[in-house]
């Protein structure tokens, strides 16, 4: 299947990198009608992985750190796959249709993900893909893709941990507790149409820029962007929504618990409104700074349509939840007021566990 940038070529304004569409002339208007549910986004920068066969809930299960084995059709969650350790190897977005588990996660790390299940099936009856060539991925609110031929959808799981999600800390005021966001795997031939429908301007489709916006603006986690190959579960939130605390064994559950029980994951992840709308905008890896020291590097960044320029950073568990930060763009700084998104005390600790629920797709 073509890639992205070639399928969307010849949409008017289309601008693409090696990913496919970034934007299509005017990013902050794409954000508006992608959050109104008026515009579908390309996201050529994820793949998705497919696990068939009768183990393959179980199987998952005994592998990752969410609660599988019982994973219903239609229902979506997240899983992560660590190290002995407990850091974060890989992360996806999960639905299974009743006879395939699709997993969805960053373009960039699907061939390690797909190898590292491969290695991983001794003799159990699963078959396991890189769908990359067949399928692509489409975001935007459920009314965008209502009427899409879909081989599967994922649905955002976050709004659920108001009711069910574990709540070390408060999920009220959070900007991801109303969020309609859902991915869907399409395949080349629903591609090709939606590209021809945009060429005629029968549909709205918005570039990867947009998505990336509104992600960062919710405090939603991407592995390609939060991993950095050191982090835990517990830093960037993914404790809610891709780890279930009283499941079986898998590997770094030791870990988990003992953070956990602990209550002080040794960083965090924190939201920044950076000063001004026209602040210079800080790339991936950007030093954040609490006085004159170093506690911290942005993760990802947007200029959004309404908050202007924001972003995700990690920082150390020590810098207080009110510190004026710095962030340092080229040889300039920028000012920016963090938003707590884990707390220092993320744990046992601090109020005690609620199971994750899964989000049943309508």
Not at 13 to 35: C, F, K, S, T, Y
Not at 58 to 74: E, F
Not at 158 to 179: C, K
């Amino acid at each position: 299947m073509p890639g992205t940038a070639d399928v969307f070529a010849g949409v008017a304004g289309a601008v693409h990198d090696e990913r496919g569409l970034l934007h299509v002339g005017n990013p902050l208007r794409e954000q508006q009608l992608l959050e109104r549910g008026s515009a579908l986004a390309a996201l050529g920068d994820r793949a998705v992985v497919t696990v068939s066969g009768p183990d393959r809930l179980t199987w998952l299960d005994s592998l990752t750190s969410q609660a599988v084995a019982g994973l219903q059709p239609g229902e979506s969650t997240e899983l992560l796959v660590l190290d002995p350790n407990g850091r974060v190897e890989h992360a996806a977005s999960v639905v299974d249709d009743g006879d395939t588990t699709w997993l969805i996660t960053d373009a960039e790390r699907v061939a390690a993900l797909t190898t590292w299940l491969t290695r991983m099936r001794f003799r159990l009856r699963v078959e396991i893909a890189d769908r990359s060539a067949d399928t692509a991925v489409v975001g935007g609110a459920g009314a965008a893709v209502a009427d899409l031929a879909t081989r599967a959808v994922w649905r955002d799981p976050w709004p659920d941990v108001t009711v069910g999600g574990w709540g070390y800390a408060p999920t009220e005021g959070h900007p991801a507790t109303g969020r309609d966001w859902v991915e869907a795997v399409v395949d080349g031939c629903e591609l090709e149409r939606l590209a021809a429908q945009a060429r005629a301007g029968e549909r709205s489709i918005v570039g990867r820029l947009a998505a990336d916006a509104l992600r960062i603006a919710a405090w939603r986690p991407r592995p390609s962007a939060e991993a950095d190959g050191m982090t835990l579960p517990h830093e960037v939130d993914w404790l809610r929504t891709a780890v279930h605390l009283s499941k079986g064994c898998y590997r770094g559950q030791e870990t988990v618990a003992k953070v956990h029980n602990l209550g002080h994951p040794p960083r965090r992840l924190v939201a920044l409104q950076l000063d001004g709308s026209d602040a210079a905008l800080p790339e991936p890896g950007a030093i954040v700074r609490f006085a004159d020291d170093e506690v911290g590097r942005v993760t990802s960044s947007a200029r959004h349509f309404e908050q202007g320029p924001i972003a995700l950073a990690i920082v150390k568990r020590s810098v207080p939840v009110d510190a004026p930060l710095i962030v340092q763009v080229d040889d300039e700084t920028v000012a920016a007021v963090q938003e707590t998104v884990v707390p220092p005390t993320a744990g046992r600790a601090a109020a005690p566990p609620r199971l994750p629920r899964l989000s049943r797709r309508t």
